[in-house]
Each structure stands twice: as structure tokens, then as C-alpha cells.
């Protein structure tokens, strides 16, 4: 990869994690929200981003798709973390959480990087414990 990366989006806080990871890389932001599938397969959806982002740039672009699984509720709300805030919120996760006492939960990360003849991924995972 060169110094320089595009990242096509429109979230300042994906951004951020991938300044985070790669404190070396300088990034180009292009402020534009792609198309995302309707998927609960962050790889998918992360390939599906970035092949839209090089289309509009022409350039080496990154994307990153992120999803919150909680163990005790098979893994929701997986990569529809907006979805079930504007629905149900976070009240409505805890409601979900009562009495349970499996309490794990993970915060996960597919970056999908394009140089313009092969996508590559970089994963990431941060499990936690889900706070009352």
C-alpha cells in the first residue's frame, strides 16, 4: 500500500478506527456514502463498498463495515447495529438482556482494501462484556 489511501465515506467514526490502526497511512476522505447490501456479512458488505468507492475514485480506496454481536441473542443485531437503535434502542437491547447472564458480546471489523486488481481484508475483533 502507498502513503496515501482514499476512503470513500460519509462516518467520521469509521474514519477514525482506521486512523487508529494505521498511524502511518495518510488519508484522502472522499465524503460520500455508498451503497450497502442488505446483509449481515460485514465481508460482503465491505467488498460491495469498496468496489463502488474505486468506480467513483479510480484510485488504491479502503472501506470498513462494522457489526456488534450479542452471544446470548445469537448474535444480534450483527451488521443492522443502526437498524435496531432507530427501532428498538438501546433500552430496547437491555429490555432484551434481562435475566440473561451470558453477557458477552463483540464489536467486529471488516476493512476492505482495493489497489484496482485485488481486494484485501483486514479483520478485527474486540469481545466484551455486556454492562447492565
Known sequence: MGEEIVFVTHNTGKIKSAE?????????????????????DIKEIATAKVKQAYEIVKRPCIALDTDFRIDELN????????????????????????????????FNE???????KEI??????????FVK
Open 20 to 40: 487508529k490502526y494505521f498511524k502511518n497511512l495518510k488519508f484522502t476522505i472522499f465524503n460520500y456514502e455508498v451503497d450497502e447490501p442488505r446483509s449481515d
Open 120 to 129: 484485501h481484508y483486514f479483520y478485527g475483533r474486540h469481545p466484551r462484556k
Open 75 to 106: 448474535g444480534f443485531p450483527r451488521a443492522f447495529v443502526n437498524f435496531a437503535l432507530e427501532t428498538i434502542g438501546i433500552q430496547g437491547i437491555v429490555k432484551l438482556m434481562e435475566g440473561k447472564e451470558n453477557r458477552i458480546c463483540s
Open 110 to 116: 471488516c476493512l476492505a482494501y482495493h489497489d484496482g
